[in-house]
Structure formats: C-alpha cells, structure tokens
C-alpha cells in the first residue's frame, strides 16, 4: 500500500509557481523595494542603477506626475507642488503634524488628515504616498518580469493605527496586494538575525528621517518575538536639519524666508549634515532669491550642541522600553542600528554609551528594512517550505482605548500586547430606554482622551427598550495582524444585534478610497472594470488554489453532505472563473468562503491538536 | 470553553514550567498564525486570526501572576471580583502607604537610584507572596485561602505601575 504523503496545514500540497512578493520600505527621505532572489534578499535599482527612490512627489499642471529625482531636482525652484517627507502628515490633522510652519505647501484643513493644494488639484497624504508605491512596483514588475502577487509595507513601529490605515490604503490605491504591514525595526530584526544566526535579546535603535522607534526584541531559533517598541513619531534626521537650518537663519540674520528660499536653505542644512558626518566641518553656503549670498561654516562641536536635545530625546523611549520589558541594559546582547540618520557620530556615541557596547553597523542602515520585508514577503507568500521559515510575533505599540465619562480614556488594549489581540468589554445605558450608545474609541498612552489620538466615533442604535443599566452591550476590539483596529458592537440581553462600522477619524472612508482609484485609473487610462476582473479572478484562482489543498489534506474532516456543499460552490467559481462577469466571480467567491468557514475551523484545531501532541507528522 | 491550561496541554498549577508554556505557545502558534494563511481564503485567515487571538490571550494570562492565579480561582468558582472588595489586612495597607510615601519622595527629588531601590524592594516582596500563592493553591488546594495573597500581589502590580510612570515623570 501506498504511503500517504501530508504536508503541515496551511501549506499547499502541490508544489505551486513561485509568487512574486516584494518588501518595500516605504521611507520619510528615501524609499526602496526588494525581493528574494535565488534565496538572497535584493533591493532592485532604478533602470539607472540607482536603489533609492527619493520620497518626493511633483505635481505638474495638466496631471503629469513625477516621483524620486526628477521631483527632488525641482524642489527648490517649485517648493508648493513638490511633496517631501509626506510620510509625516499621514494620518495626521493639521495640528499634530510637526514643523507645518517652515513647510511651504498651501495646507488644507480636512477632518482627521490634512491635504496639499497642488497644481493637480488637492491631493491627501494617502494619494501622495501611493505615487511613490505605484513607481515602485512597476520598477519591480520590470525588474521581476512578472505581475506581483503581494507586498509587505514597513512602517515605523511606533506608527498608530490612523497612520498605518493609511499606509494600507496607499498601497491599495498603488494597485499592491498588501500582504501585511510589518514594523520598521522588526524588519531590521529579520534581516539582521537572519544574516548573522542571532540569538539572544536585541535592541533595533531606528532613526529614520522623520520617525524615531526603537524595539526590543527576543531572537530564537525560528522565532522573532518583539517583547516591547516605544519611540516617537515625530523625531527624525528631518529634526537636525531643521535645527541647522534655524541655526543658519539666525547665525546669518535673514528675514523671514519665502517657500524657495525656505526650501534651498534646508537641502543646504541636509547636504552639510551629511558632511559633517565624515568631517570637522561643513561649508553651508546658499545664493538666495534677493541675490544676499549666505556663506557659513559649522564645525561638528557645534553641530552636535544644537542638537544634543534631539539626541537625548530618543534616549527617553529606550529607558521606557526597557521598563516595559523588565529588562536592564546588561541584558541586551546587541544594538542594531537602522536609518540613515544613525550615520551621524553623535548618536553613534550616545547609544554606545548608554548600551555600553558599540552598536552593530554591519548591515547598509538603508537598505536593511527593505531587506527584512523582502524576506518576510517571501514567507508570507509561501515560497519557503515549512520548517525554513519563521514566526513573527509583533506587538501594539500604544494602547487602545474608549472614552468614558468626564472625558477619560479607559484602556481596554495595552500597548506591547502581542497581536492579533482582541478584548470585549461591557457597556450598559444610563437613561431609562436610551435607544442609542455612542463611542469614541482613541489610542496614546495618557489619561485624558485629548491628550490622545482620536481614531473612531461610531454610533450602536436601536437599542429595545430598557430600564437604565439593563442594556448589556458588548464591545469587541479585534486588533489583526497588521496593528490594525476592528470595533464591533452587539446589544445582548434582548437577542438583538447590531454590529457597526468604524469609520476613520481621519476622513478617509471606503467610498474615499473608491473615488481615489477611479480618479487614479482615469488618470492611467486603465479600465475600472477590467481592474476588479483581474483582482476577482486573482482572488477566486488563489481560494481554489487553497481549497484544493485544504481537501486533499483534510478532506476525511468532512462528511459527505459538507464535501458536496464545497465542491458544487468549487465547480460554480471554476465555471464562472472562464467567463468574464466580475460580479459573478466575485459572488461565486464569497460563496465558497462561507461553505468553507466550519472547514477552515475544523482544520485549525486539527493544527492545535496535532501542535500538543508532540508528534512531527511528517516524522510518523 | 477550554481553560487556557488545557489549550496548551499543561496542568492547572500556579508554579507552572515557564519554558514548556513558552513551547507548547510556539508550537500552537506556528501553525494558526495568520503569516501561514496571508495567501490563504477568507474563511481561513479568518479562523486564524480568530485562534491566535485566542492563543496570544490565554498565553498573556498564564505567563501573568495575577492574571493565572485568577484564572485558576475562576475555574475553581472562587469570585474573583476583587476589584469591589477592597478589605485589606491593616498591616498590608500601613506597608503600601509608607512604599507611596517613598515613591512620591522620590518623584519630589526626581531621584531615579531611588526608584530603581523601590522597585527591587517590590520584587522581593512580589516573590514572596508568589511563593504564598503556590503554597495555597498547588499544595494546600486552598483556592479561597489564595484571594488575600492574590489581591496583595494585585496592589504590588499597581504600585510597579506607577513607579513606571513616574520614571517618564522625572526624565
């Protein structure tokens, strides 16, 4: 008799085509795009060779859009329709955004996210970033010879939820699958552990241009388990120049610039802090538009003076993460450094110093989170057979929370909770036959809800008729895998359920999302209809793929009637899948996910059991 | 509902083996999380997001003191709504006042050795009612016996909390 061959749940049986799947760090300054070659992670350069992208956007009259060089080519002669640093306004309102007074954009205030008045029209932070998405994955489409079956997005750990929604939704809009949002520095963590076989605790100290995180982090055999993140997302490299460039204005006595001026004065600061790097001292020289010539020195002593605040600034989060983690320095076994701004020797300095070791640079702090996607990407696309690759377990970096009375912010979710996590909590009404609840679901750390960030309202009405504080209404908080927050709201003494919907603070909803694309396919004379085919059919291919794997696996979970139920609804998809009506696949889609949902359960418990029995399947 | 102590396959003890938790954690993990079902359907990642909630909370709770302790009071029917039923031992309370009286002292001369003298104060007296606890419920079978330690070692959690904070108080 033959033997029969099975493989670990949730890997496929048959051997399947390599999918294309890309990491992309998605930066302040620059940003990059890597794969998984030959089993190596790659970042994959311009046609010119270049791996950066600049992280610059130009908005032309009559659409034309340009993203990287050419834009940053522009920035000082057209400050207003070239977009820098975009990474810090999103999911930011006008006020919590930082430096918007020595910006030169015309700001419009929109509810929860600000937007930019562009030759293009007005364009949200969310449209921006997706430009530089969009560039990048047709340079890996070109590259990779290939449509891309999935990407992983990084984003700063301590990103909160309004700001990775919207990182999601760029990518949406750039036409990516967005596999997962990863963190920053747990990237890091990948690319480093993996490079050099770590093993231990290990802190990822991540300055970027615009973000500050820092995370620690147990490595182990297979595992990646982040055990506490902290930072602060509006530190970065950016923060030094602008404090040369003050130093410049004053040491220099200039009036009140205009957005040109404004804009060439703070290249010049970056290019002289990059100087100063590798040299005592850095020329920062700059003709204005008046004609004045500005012609200064600055020596690194002094550098380092101005901006020994920002420095200290991130040591802060380092002290809180080690204190949330229970740990002390001497436990830390490295320091991984990550960011361009970690060049600078005075923060090299302060984290050895503080570490009392010398911090690990043996990975390009460029490239090193593209990296670490690029090889996640790999996994979570299921090219890597089980047992060579790994389990990541991240962690929320600040707490979620409801308001409750008086105007305090009650945590329902504390921060460096492993996800996906969920919690229920209990509401009850105040008011004899109060028919509706309000909430206000913020994140942060602090105790008044306005020190927090607000990210949802959501209303639960039709509430039966009920005497004060008999209403029991449960409320579930389900944070995935991407950080991301799920509220859903049920009433439950009366039988009566009514779930809700979170609609973004920051303004961006789903219809939002819809116009975006449809204005973005115009824009790319690309068919609407012929898009939704292909994502439906891309869809409906990769369940069939997955539900035939499931059933060669585990189809002895089923019984007879059960396995009829989910072949006829496979039949159905694979018919429809040879025609062309979207809609028809994507309700036969929709369809066979529901005759699969009591299958899908069965097999994972299937998993547990066998995970507690102690016994290698593959080894019987 | 399973016990979080039968999820992983562990004996419902207080002074439960730390690594076997951590394996068995693992072992659960690395075939629910949703990293093995991101090209998986609908009904899949579901189910997986959906189990490793699950797992992530019970192994949350029992790598907890207080949070196992009460747990293994629940499925024992002992009430556990400690937080309503605040009478302590008064030699308890005089012991937390003077720890306060420390902590405040210390924020006042935003003295940070005396935070950290603090805190390894609390953990040797975290250990010992740990200690009680096990006695009371691995041993004894005691499981009524164990509220008053269990809500002792609750008031230390709080306290630890607040020494967090008035570290970011003194930076």
Known sequence: ?620 | MQSHFELFGLDPAFGLDKEMLEKAYRDIQSRVHPDRFAHAGDAERRASMQWTTRVNEAFRTLKDPVQRAKHILELHGVDVAFETNTQMPTDFLLRQLELREELEAAVQKKDAALLDALRRALAGERLLLEAEIGESIDKRRDYPGAAGPVRKLMFLDRLNAEIDSAYEEIE
């Open chain 1, 1 to 620: 008799m033959a033997l029969l061959q099975i493989s670990e749940p949730g890997m496929s049986a048959a051997p399947h085509e390599h999918r294309l799947a890309v990491g992309i760090d998605l930066g302040t300054t620059n940003s990059l795009v890597a794969t998984v070659r030959s089993g190596a992670p790659v970042v994959l350069p311009d046609s010119l060779g270049r791996p950066l992208l600049p992280s610059v956007v130009r908005y032309g009259a009559a659409g034309k859009v340009e993203v990287g060089y050419a834009a940053q080519a522009k920035q000082a002669t057209d400050p207003k329709n070239t977009i820098v640093s975009v990474k810090r306004f999103m999911g930011r309102g006008l006020k919590d955004a930082a430096h918007i007074e020595n910006a030169p954009y015309d700001f419009v205030d929109a509810p929860g996210m600000v937007q930019l008045r562009t030759a293009a029209g007005v364009k949200s932070p969310v449209e921006v970033s997706s430009e530089i998405l969009r560039v990048l994955r047709e340079r890996a489409e070109l590259s990779l010879q290939g449509e891309i079956s999935g990407a992983v997005i990084t984003v700063p750990a301590y990103f909160d939820d309004a700001q990775r929604q919207a990182t999601k939704d760029a990518g949406k809009l750039a036409g990516l699958n967005v596999l997962r949002l990863l963190n920053e520095p747990t990237a890091a963590a990948i690319a480093y552990g993996l490079e050099n076989a770590s093993e231990g605790i290990y802190a990822v100290y991540d300055l970027g241009g615009g973000t500050f995180d820092l995370s620690i982090l147990k490595l182990s055999r297979g595992v990646f388990e982040v055990v506490a993140t902290s930072g602060d997302s509006m530190l970065g490299g950016d923060d030094f120049d602008q404090r040369l460039f003050c130093w410049a204005v004053e040491k220099a006595k200039l009036p009140p610039l205009g957005a040109r001026d404004m804009r060439l004065l703070q290249m010049k600061a970056r290019e002289a802090k990059e100087y100063l790097t590798f040299h005592g001292e850095a020329p920062l020289t700059a003709r204005l538009s008046s004609g004045e010539v500005v012609d200064l020195a600055i020596d690194s002593e002094t550098f380092c003076s101005i901006t020994q605040t920002l420095v200290n600034k991130t040591l802060g989060p380092v002290r809180k993460a080690l204190r949330d983690a229970s740990l002390a320095v001497e436990d830390i076994k490295g320091v991984v450094m990550v960011g361009g701004a970690t060049r600078m020797p005075q923060v090299q300095r302060a984290v050895a110093e503080f570490f009392r070791r010398d911090p690990l640079n043996n990975l390009d702090p460029d490239k090193v989170v593209a990296l670490g996607a690029a090889m996640q990407a790999n996994v979570l696309a299921g090219n890597k057979p089980q047992g060579e690759d790994w389990l990541l377990l991240d962690v929320i970096p600040l707490s979620l929370g409801v308001e409750t009375m008086g105007g305090l912010a009650e945590k329902i979710i504390p921060r460096n909770t492993t996800i996906p996590a969920a919690k229920a909590q209990e509401f009850t009404t105040f008011k004899d036959g109060q028919s509706g609840m309000s909430f206000h679901v913020v994140q942060g750390e602090r105790e008044l809800v306005t020190d927090c960030r607000s990210l949802a309202r959501f209303e639960l009405k039709g509430i039966p008729p009920m005497a004060a504080g008999a209403a029991r209404i449960r409320v579930t908080f389900q944070v995935d895998a991407d950080g991301l927050l799920h509220v859903s709201a049920k009433e439950n003494t009366s039988g009566v359920e009514a779930s809700v919907a979170v609609k973004p603070s920051y303004g961006l909803a789903d219809a939002d999302i819809e116009r975006m694309l449809r204005d973005s396919f115009e824009h790319a004379k690309e068919d609407m209809h012929a898009r939704a085919l292909s994502e439906y059919r891309v869809d409906g291919r990769r369940l069939l793929e997955a539900t035939r794997s499931a059933l060669a696996q585990d189809e002895k979970l089923l019984d007879a009637k059960e396995r009829d139920a989910i072949s006829q609804a496979v039949t159905a998809l694979e018919r429809l899948l040879k025609g062309t009506d979207a809609r028809a696949i994507k309700q036969a889609v929709d369809a066979l996910n529901r005759a699969t949902e009591e299958f899908a359960q069965r097999r994972m418990d299937q998993g547990v059991r066998r995970a507690l029995s102690g016994k290698k399947i593959g080894s019987l």
